[in-house]
T-cell receptor
């Protein structure tokens, strides 16, 4: 599985865009990049995922570099409720064809009023 | 309502006393998984299951057992709990297939082993 590297923490002013980077330089061609977030100690919540192209949904946008070695999650207008830990993960397949998932420690985003 | 449920939500037990944490999903998902979360270590996968009777080890399987006799249930068994298994546990499920998917997480079970 490709490993990911994220900054441990970031701050963002309320109403501004939050740009959360993720490095996954060892990603392989068939691996997707997923983003989740976890508010307090609740169960993580899916945000968005992508393979090569940039993706957008009602929650966020995902920008993946052309070489796929890094990506950025963008929350266009951060609110206080976006304060959470954000996880960037890469979905891998082991030799048996099963789907193993590895989470790192994520980025703790603090949205400041 | 589509959801993943876990029971109990909180549990305090003593070393060596066998326990089971239940996990159930009502979305007909084939993939289910258990994670533990500890401060500074993020979420680590314990076991996962691609379908009924098909399970495999994650990153930290030692001291845990699982079974998948029915599609909707994926219990986590601690045969002889130890204090280092004190943690926050999450169950998750996901649709099957080789395409893209997302995981749906349960609310968590906070386990303390004394």
């Amino acid at each position: 599985d490709a490993k990911t590297t994220q900054p441990p923490s970031m701050d963002c002013a309320e109403g501004r865009a939050a740009n959360l980077p993720c490095n996954h330089s060892t990603i392989s061609g068939n691996e997707y990049v997923y983003w989740y977030r976890q508010i307090h100690s609740q169960g993580p919540q899916y945000i968005i995922h992508g393979l090569k192209n940039n993706e957008t949904n009602e929650m966020a946008s995902l920008i993946i570099t052309e070489d796929r070695k890094s990506s950025t999650l963008i929350l266009p207008h951060a609110t206080l409720r976006d304060t959470a830990v954000y996880y960037c993960i890469v979905r891998g397949m082991n030799s048996g064809g099963y789907q193993k998932v590895t989470f790192g420690i994520g980025t703790k985003l603090q949205v400041i009023p | 309502e589509a959801q993943v449920t876990q029971n109990p939500r909180y549990l305090i037990t003593v070393t060596g006393k066998k326990l089971t944490v239940t996990c159930s999903q009502n979305m007909n998902h084939e993939y289910m998984s258990w994670y533990r979360q500890d401060p500074g270590l993020g979420l680590r996968q314990i076991y996962y299951s691609m379908n009924v009777e098909v399970t495999d080890k994650g990153d930290v399987p030692e001291g845990y057992k699982v079974s998948r006799k029915e599609k909707r249930n994926f219990p986590l068994i601690l045969e002889s709990p130890s204090p280092n298994q004190t943690s926050l546990y999450f169950c998750a499920s996901s649709p099957s297939g080789t395409g893209t998917y997302e995981q749906y997480f349960g609310p968590g079970t906070r386990l303390t082993v004394t």
